[in-house]
């Protein structure tokens, strides 16, 4: 097909230029010299995108779902109990892989569009007289229905209850894309990966971890080798990891980083706040169709699932942008299927490449006999990209 | 900046991945014994799409305007007579070199937004008894105010006259983008480039001479090296140039050759058509303004040049689009500069590409008080595409 593929989906994310041109490089010898000179940094540098000074931030050659799995099993216990709410397709996984490693979860059901329920959370960890809830999990950013949850107001219950539990967070699709605070939240865990807002392939997953989460891993007795966090933290100290990194990744990991430091965190949030709300004005006042998020505070700004009406099918939307337009967007998954297509705002983007992605998906909508005026989409986003220029 | 830099100036065109990925190569002796294979294939596979079957395709490391210089110098002989038509900044340029070589151009002068006047050519050419004008000069299309010319026509004007000049046009951007036929319209030097229609960077003029051409170069005694098309045929022949090539390139320009020949050089005119039309539909019925070519028979398909309106600055419209929007569109030369600004749509490029130009080009109009309304380029273009899908 002719002409850019435009990524749309709420990751992999688009790879800047200088990022894949620091990917294609010789392959070297993982335990070279040089590889301090490269890991060493990254160490530190991530905690200024986690924004912990305390903490720790560790990677692992995996996706982010690794990632899960390495929080669990180094700072809990076999049959341990954990709390999480579930409202679509990767906040239920997480709690599906809590049951799988032998944890006993505790799942909080959620209405799809909507997201962590605070209140519910008290429910829970406030009739927890005896603290047998060793974990909290939170998904900042539920990919599949493109809700935000507030992980400050967890922190609150667990505050309020002086409850004990350690918080964990699925930051996948929101760190290093919108607001999150590390320390300032007293998040004890929280997993991203290098495809969404770290603006990589995907291959590695990234873990921040707290000083109390470290010493809950001392008395961890989970049998764990490649996610071994203590491990890895002790290896990545001395410049390398425990086994075979891929150098070329980490290379492209640095330059992402130092795009990442230049740009600030805070303009990074901004910047995704300004395009996903242009994207939202021509989702509801452009075409006039819901989002899958219920209410403004559930909004995602880094993905937007878009409710197709009544009787139509996204499933050929969704076809027909990939096939006719060279346009992947996110399909909707498990029980949202064939009722929404997700477009993905988040990463390396401007209003151009939106347009092509607004302005397509609204091709073929038409295409598929769903009644959207043409234009209305890039009326609506261009209405409010020129009317909030932000710091342009 | 973030994001994908939106190139929309009328060549260097966008280059395809795959195309970088070829010239992303090791770098390599250009005597290595493997070279002729490269070349050899590719001598044969440009008749394929400049269309002739007699003549010869050739290929200097140059830029297209190199080129020129190699079909004048090649043919004519010092202060030859040569006849071609001016309206716009390279169909000026190329007449100037003419000047400059030595050659003595005959330069008829028309309106820019018009293009090559047939009748003024046979006016010229019906008074040349003594068939002193060798070489009659056509830019098929000028980059400058985006006017598409009639080749066929001039071909006609010779032909009726039976005047003996030689046929040259200015393909640079129109080969490999719209329709171009060497052999059946009977031209007898082309020339082209590499960053445009065949979506390479800039680095290798193209240059096509017909059997007639190659006869008048017996008779030529103008000092030629590095542009002497004999030397370059022959050594191409054997599979090598006669001096160092940019193998790289030629590495990219093999995979260039097969993404053309497989999409089929009428498919790409065909597709050319389409997205040219859907982006002048976005400029006349959306935004309301016009086109620099004054009537649809001079509309060119792989540029637009749009004229601001009368008041109206386009050089702010062009940096408001660079600096805040990640788009580069083209400016006006000369005679237009300031009164037009120009979106090329040639080359890798399908409607979410142009769907960002056509709405970056508006946000950065209203950015700079030119009345349109947001979102109409875009409606537009949408009602052309999804009422025309052409043949996907």
Redesign the interface.
């Known amino acids: 097909?002719?002409?850019?593929h435009?990524l749309f989906v709420p990751g992999p994310s688009?790879v800047p230029a200088a990022v894949q041109q620091a990917i294609?490089c010789p392959m070297e010898d993982h335990r070279n010299p040089t590889i301090p000179d490269l890991i060493m940094p990254i160490n530190e540098d991530l905690k200024k995108i986690l924004l912990t000074k305390t903490g720790r931030v560790v990677f692992f050659p995996s996706s982010g779902t690794g990632c899960w799995e390495a929080a669990l099993q180094s700072t809990l216990n076999m049959g341990d109990k954990v709390l999480g709410a579930s409202f679509g397709q990767f906040s239920m996984l997480w709690l599906d892989m809590c049951k799988r490693l032998g944890f006993e979860p505790i799942t909080m059901e959620e209405e799809w569009g909507t997201g962590a329920n605070p209140e519910n959370y008290h429910k829970h960890l406030s009739a927890d007289k005896n603290h047998e809830i060793k974990a909290v999990l939170v998904c900042q950013n539920e990919t599949a229905t493109g809700v935000r949850s507030d992980v400050k107001a967890i922190r609150k219950v667990l505050d309020d209850l002086n409850h004990p539990a350690l918080l964990m967070v699925d930051g996948v699709s929101s760190v290093a894309s919108y607001e999150f605070k590390m320390e300032e939240w007293g998040v004890d865990c929280v997993v991203s990966g290098s495809q969404k807002g770290f603006m990589l392939p995907a291959g590695l997953g990234i873990l921040g971890v707290s000083q109390k989460a470290i010493e809950k891993m001392k008395e961890s007795t989970y049998p764990t080798c490649y996610f071994d966090v203590v491990d890895m933290m002790a290896k990545l100290d001395g410049g390398y990891l425990p086994y075979t990194p891929p150098v070329n990744l980490l290379r492209g990991f640095r330059v992402a980083i130092d795009l990442i430091l230049k740009?600030g965190i805070e303009n990074i949030w901004k910047?995704h706040h300004r395009l996903a709300e242009g994207t939202r004005q021509a989702i509801t006042n452009?075409w006039g169709l819901n989002l899958c998020a219920k209410e403004e505070k559930w909004y995602s700004d880094t993905v937007s699932a878009i409710v197709v009406p009544d009787g139509a099918d996204a499933v050929p939307v969704i076809s027909t942008a990939f096939h006719?337009?060279?346009?992947a967007l996110g399909a909707g998954l498990a029980k949202v299927a064939g009722k929404v297509f997700r477009i993905g705002h988040l990463g390396?983007?401007?209003?151009?490449?939106l347009?092509?992605?607004?302005?397509?998906a609204?091709?073929a909508m038409?295409?598929n006999g769903i009644k959207v005026?043409?234009?209305?989409?890039?009326?609506?986003?261009?209405?409010y990209?020129?009317e909030n220029?932000g710091d342009?």
């Open positions: 097909m002719s002409g850019y435009f688009n294609h740009e910047r452009g006719k337009y060279n346009l390396d983007l401007n209003e151009c490449m347009f092509g992605a607004i302005s397509g609204e091709m038409i295409d005026e043409p234009g209305s989409g890039a009326a609506a986003a261009s209405k990209w020129t220029p342009k």
